[in-house]
T-cell receptor
């Protein structure tokens, strides 16, 4: 079956540090890939997406590139802020298969001053 | 444009009772999906409805059911509640049918079973 593996958290960084959260997937075929963010007490917000190999999704300084050869979609940000503290979820979906997202376990990020 | 609205936000029920949660999708969205989020199991897909029909189903027992109305609003029902059903239940809506690849989530309903 399809699955998503994320690096374990929590990740604690100082403000302005570089962020990488690793995400790899297992799937038969070529899914679309997403990063969602969840702030405390809230639902999920779409952060960025990529729908085919070599696509780069970007938003709010975050980036992730769809790497088919390594089945990866790592999230990066050059300089994190305290306001980026949240839980980040990597997810995949197959177009044409209905709207069924498969999520990773989530990575909690804490950014300190 | 209003987002996905879930009601109620919080709910406390007793074991053995049943519960109904409601989700109003973004206007024009015809697909509604439900997810259960727990600390132990993470985010798990429950089911998806499109045009009043269940299109996908996750691996949950029959106590979990849902439906969708002609205005795309959806409800999910859990009967004979168990302590393990305590979770955040998230609803997501999507704008199209087969071609969509983006889901918009509500804030969730926090269900506590005591």
């Amino acid at each position: 079956g399809n699955s998503v593996t994320q690096m374990e958290g929590p990740v604690t960084l100082s403000e302005e540090a570089f962020l990488t959260i690793n995400c790899t997937y297992t799937a038969t075929g070529y899914p679309s890939l997403f990063w969602y963010v969840q702030y405390p007490g809230e639902g999920l917000q779409l952060l960025l997406k990529a729908t085919k190999a070599d696509d780069k999704g970007s938003n709010k300084g975050f980036e992730a590139t769809y790497r088919k050869e390594t089945t990866s979609f790592h999230l990066e940000k050059g300089s994190v802020q305290v306001s980026d503290s949240a839980v980040y979820f990597c997810a995949l979906i197959f177009t044409g298969g209905g709207n069924k997202l498969t999520f990773g376990t989530g990575t909690q990020l804490k950014v300190e001053l | 444009k209003a987002g996905v609205t879930q009601t109620p936000r919080y709910l406390i029920k007793t074991r053995g009772q049943q519960v109904t949660l409601s989700c109003s999708p973004i206007s024009g969205h015809r697909s509604v999906s439900w997810y259960q989020q727990t600390p132990g199991q993470g985010l798990q897909f429950l089911f998806e409805y499109f045009s009043e029909t269940q299109r996908n189903k996750g691996n949950f027992p029959g106590r979990f059911s849902g439906r969708q109305f002609s205005n795309s609003r959806s409800e999910m029902n859990v009967s004979t509640l168990e302590l393990g059903d305590s979770a955040l239940y998230l609803c997501a809506s999507s704008p199209e049918g087969q071609l969509t690849t983006e889901a918009f989530f509500g804030q969730g309903t926090r269900l506590t079973v005591v």
